[in-house]
């Protein structure tokens, strides 16, 4: 079958997003948040696609059956009204019982949420029903689906934002990052699994045309995998990864569920794309190799450590820092805490600086993301081998203000890939970082300069908003508005943090500040 034009292809995403996005309204009004709905929507996305495979001549005898006929998508389509409702939940508890496997992932504690059977035949036979979910590829029907994630992504209340990353940002890290067939790939807070999609796109994209079969396959075969701490968040992902053509449904899955920093990594990976849940987590233990245990009620013993802290992003940027292999590099998103906090946020950089190469860093603007009040940037290192004599690794930081005079609202003015052009053009992706170039946001500080600066402090400033000394270039009222909030809700997460090491508590809406984790 001949594929759809880039234009073709982006209509028929676009009709089959608001097809199914018109019918989460309705269920919405059944009682259904945008997340369950979409929860929903995979659990039959999965069956119906099962269905397709095992009825398609060309797909290989042995690889049809997935689904026993039990409890596959024609036993459930033969049914209406309340039996329809009754063999759904038998289908949705007998699936979660395949542990290790995608089909396992992905049913995994599943429910049905919806009540009213009529809404759900409506769903089997219409939206499902109706539409060939393989026959026009992967990258159509998983695009709609990522699609509706990030529709679902604005549904602030059930905050289904906290698993966002926006597209753009997470293609400009991929961009600069080049992953390649001989990469493996990971992310150990993967949300909606985003940036591990959009790392096999890249892959797909620039070097498919040239790998041997068995290459190709491998690529869905282990080379690429994530971790989430959410149920149903990481049933997500493995739906977004198998819509995207990455795995099988009955082989392993690739996408693990639980606390990422409970333990010491089991496998290396020589690309690690990240955007970590932001926000102090409350009750737990991390006792580091300098014998000190910040004590809370969850133990997290990692020998790993070199700082103790129960600050939760200065954890996975140890975490992650053990998670690559020698000379493996990673991109980081992390909130700006990560960059002058005293005590065991100096001894991490130190580390940082000394035992990696931490060669650039990307100042976010505020606005991109569904959680307000988030300050962050984009770390970029490389794991090297220790050098003689002690010497530390990172000579040059290179660091783009991408924040200064740059303003982006979620709905009026969002983010687009094309916003975050010159920054990677001023990387230089691919070539010697000795070739970069000086600019009016892109500047290089020598170790020295950093290792000097009080508690190693790399939150480094030079520009100034025009803005905000010109009247005749102020900003609308809406923006100034959101930047007041923004602001504020920075403020108020940090004086929670300092209320939390004095002993204080904290209410639930400042304990966890999640920006999100790649959809």
Known sequence: MTPASPALAHAQTNTLVAKLWNYCNVLRDNGLSTIEYVEQLSYLLFLKMA????????????????????YDWQSLASKKGIE???????????????????????????????????????????????????????????????GLLAKGAEDTKTG?????????????????????????????????????????????????????REDRLALGDGKIWGNELVTGTARLAAMNMLLHGIGDA?????????????????????????????????????VGTDGKADKQDISY???????????????????????????????????????????????????????????????????????????????????????SGGAHNTSKLWVYDFRTAKHF?????????????????????????????????????EYDELIARDKVNLDITWMKDPALDDADSLLPPEVIAQEIVEDLQAALSEFAAIAEALGGEISADTDEIQPGEGV
């Open 51 to 70: 269905d397709e495979i095992a009825s398609d001549p060309f797909t290989e005898a042995e690889a049809r059956t997935v689904v026993p006929t039990k």
């Open 84 to 146: 329809l409702e009754i063999h759904y939940r038998e289908i949705l508890a007998a699936l979660g019982k395949s542990p290790g496997t995608t089909l396992g992932r992905i049913f995994a504690k599943a429910q049905n949420r919806i009540t009213e059977p009529a809404l759900l035949e409506k769903l089997v036979v219409e939206l499902i029903g109706k539409e060939d979910w393989t026959i026009q590829g992967t990258d159509l029907k998983g695009d709609a689906y990522e």
């Open 160 to 212: 289904a934002g906290q698993y966002f990353t926006p597209r753009a940002l997470i293609d400009a890290m991929v961009d600069v990052m080049q992953p390649g067939p001989k990469d493996t790939i990971t992310d150990p807070a993967c949300g909606t699994a985003g940036f591990l999609i959009a790392a096999h796109s890249y892959i797909r994209k620039h070097h498919m045309q040239n790998l041997a």
């Open 250 to 286: 009955d082989g392993k899955s690739l996408i693990t569920e639980g606390d990422a920093l409970a333990e010491q990594p089991k496998q290396h990976a020589s690309l690690v794309l990240a955007n970590p849940p932001f926000g102090k987590k409350s009750a737990i233990t991390v």
């Open 301 to 387: 013993d990692r020998s790993d450590f070199r700082a103790t802290t129960t600050n939760k992003q200065l954890n996975f940027l140890q975490h992650i820092m053990s998670l690559m292999e020698m000379n493996g590099r990673a991109a980081v998103v992390l909130p700006d805490n990560v960059l002058f906090e005293g005590g065991p946020g100096e001894r991490v950089r130190r580390r940082l600086l000394e035992e990696f190469d931490l060669h650039t860093i990307l100042r976010l603007p505020t606005g991109i993301f569904y959680a307000g009040g988030v300050k962050a940037n984009v770390l970029f290192f490389e794991k090297k081998p220790p050098r």
């Open 409 to 445: 609202t979620l709905k009026q003015h969002p983010l687009t890939r094309a916003a975050l052009e010159e920054f990677v053009e001023a990387y230089l992706p691919g070539k010697a970082r000795n070739e970069r170039v000086e600019t009016e946001r892109f500047k290089c500080f």
